[in-house]
């Protein structure tokens, strides 16, 4: 009897290491791919131009995971250690509070979600399981204390944080919060101030269903925006937040440029004309976006870039300088969101020569490789501020 407890306990407690401790890390590890390849081999030109870069990305997930960010990792695409290695200066951190079983680019309904059970397994806090709201705010303060153990990052409230960051070459990083789907509201527009105060200073306001703002760009109807919607989208740009419509039916975008003189971003996506798929938005939409002064960041994932090797990336970079303009084309990775890249944070060095290889100017570089986003952060964020 005593023999069998003793079994019983010891597979217990296998069952729950296996649970809490590998299982994590091996999702984590499978889902957040780096294909394997052998190092990149950069130019002298590139490798002098990227030391001298101001580098930001406007959609990294790696929140959602529990691997150190604070430590050199080997697995997933990002940390502080490899963005600040590439120079990264402003990185865009998004909130990913619910995806539905069997995802796709056409039709997901919201009846299903997979990020409960991530929650339970990375051991999240016991609120986080039932509440969307409770994950954003729960993806805030893992930042926050980020920002307290470390001066290699500051959170971005105002434009006066990332000039005061920037001033000086060896500062902290940036880190900007955003929402990836404004169901965090939870239908509440109570909510929206909560979320400001915890930082959060990006509002995208869907994923891949229709939510209480309107619809998605991959959910059942593609309807525009609602009555909430409208007050959510109006009352945060009051508040000074910059609203992404990276995964927003293209009415919903129509709806937001007719409702807000500011400008949007599409934080990460591809250019439909240089690769045809559902993801990307329409070429007319992209360049609407753009001459009211918004921002597309181009992903680093084949399903948006139709090849995603350092080459084939910067070549869709190109398509998006082609089509819009060189002042409003960034880098928009998706790290860690659950994609397979074929360069991780560390390896940023690669855009820029392949940039450079297809004839960008060193100034055109630049500009793609992070001050056209700095440039509209600056402009775009609080001006003065909070207290
Ligand atoms: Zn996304």
Same mark, same amino acid.
């Given at each position: 009897m005593r023999t069998l407890l003793t079994i019983l306990v010891v597979v217990m407690a296998a069952v729950l290491i296996g649970v809490f401790r590998i299982l994590p890390a091996y999702i984590d590890n499978d889902m957040n791919v780096v294909r394997p390849h052998a190092p990149y081999q950069i130019s002298e030109d590139a490798a002098q131009l990227h030391a001298e870069l101001r580098v930001a990305d406007l959609h990294s997930d790696m929140l959602l995971w529990m691997r150190d960010p604070r430590r050199w990792n080997n697995r997933g695409h990002t940390d502080i250690p490899r963005l600040a290695h590439s120079n990264v200066r402003l990185q865009v951190f998004a909130s990913v509070t619910k995806t539905p079983a069997g995802?796709?680019?056409d039709s997901n309904t919201?009846?299903? /979600?997979n990020i409960t059970a991530l929650a339970m397994v990375q051991r999240w806090p016991v609120d986080t399981w039932t509440s969307l709201y409770a994950r954003a705010r729960f993806h805030a303060r893992r930042l926050q204390r980020l920002e307290g153990a470390a001066d290699r990052l500051v959170i971005g409230r105002n434009a006066t944080d990332l000039e005061r960051a920037l001033e000086d070459p060896d500062g902290p990083m940036v880190a900007l919060l955003a929402t990836e789907g404004a169901h965090s509201l939870e239908g509440q527009i109570e909510h929206l101030q909560g979320l400001y105060d915890e930082g959060y200073r990006v509002l995208g306001l869907h994923h891949f269903f229709d939510n209480e703002l309107g619809g998605s760009l991959h959910g059942l109807g593609g309807h525009g925006l609602t009555p909430f919607g409208e007050q959510v989208v109006l009352q945060a740009v009051e508040m000074g937040m910059v609203i992404d419509?990276?995964?927003?039916?293209h009415q919903v975008v129509r709806d937001v440029l007719a409702l807000s003189d500011k400008p949007v971003i599409v934080s990460h996506t591809g250019i439909y004309g240089h690769c045809q798929t559902r993801r990307n938005l329409p070429d007319e939409l992209m360049q609407t976006i753009a001459a009211e002064g918004g921002l597309i960041g181009i992903g680093f994932w084949a399903d948006v870039t139709c090849d995603d090797s350092p080459a084939g990336v910067a070549r869709a970079l190109l398509s998006a300088v082609e089509l819009v303009?060189? /002042?409003?084309v960034a880098l928009g990775s998706d790290y860690d969101g659950t994609i397979t890249a074929s360069f991780d944070g560390a390896e940023l060095s690669v855009l820029t020569h392949e940039l450079l290889r297809l004839g960008l100017t060193p100034d055109e570089v630049a500009s793609i490789m992070g001050e056209n986003a700095i440039r509209f952060f600056l402009a775009n964020l609080p001006q003065e501020t909070d207290e």
């Open positions: 995802q796709n680019y919201a009846d299903t /979600d419509v990276a995964h927003s039916s303009g060189i /002042d409003h």
